[in-house]
């Protein structure tokens, strides 16, 4: 997957994920956050995959420990894992 591509939706979901009510209403977040953990879980199990090993190296070469947290928190929201 092109990992240009992945970080633009990681730190959008980011951004809606963390801002406040004077940044972004909160009700648009929200939908705006539901429509792209729709999408995500529209990947395949491997395009999924390799989504969260990006968020976790991303993650973890973050030099803000808080957004690290926040990243891998918000990626385990977004992607469910379908009962096999």
């Known amino acids: ?5 992945m970080r633009a939706v990681l730190f959008a979901a980011l951004f809606f994920e963390t801002s406040s009510d004077d ?3 909160t009700d648009l977040a929200v939908k705006q956050l ?3 953990a729709v999408e995500l879980n ?3 199990r491997e395009e999924q995959e ?3 090993a990006f968020a976790c190296r991303t993650a973890e070469s973050h030099p803000n420990t808080a957004t690290a947290h926040e990243i891998m928190s ?3 929201a977004l992607l ?3 009962d096999d």
């Open 34 to 36: 539901e429509q792209i």
């Open 74 to 76: 918000l990626v385990d």
């Open 80 to 82: 469910t894992t379908p």
């Open 42 to 44: 529209q990947l395949s």
């Open 1 to 5: 997957m092109n990992e240009n591509l």
């Open 23 to 25: 940044e972004c209403d």
């Open 50 to 52: 390799q989504f969260r």
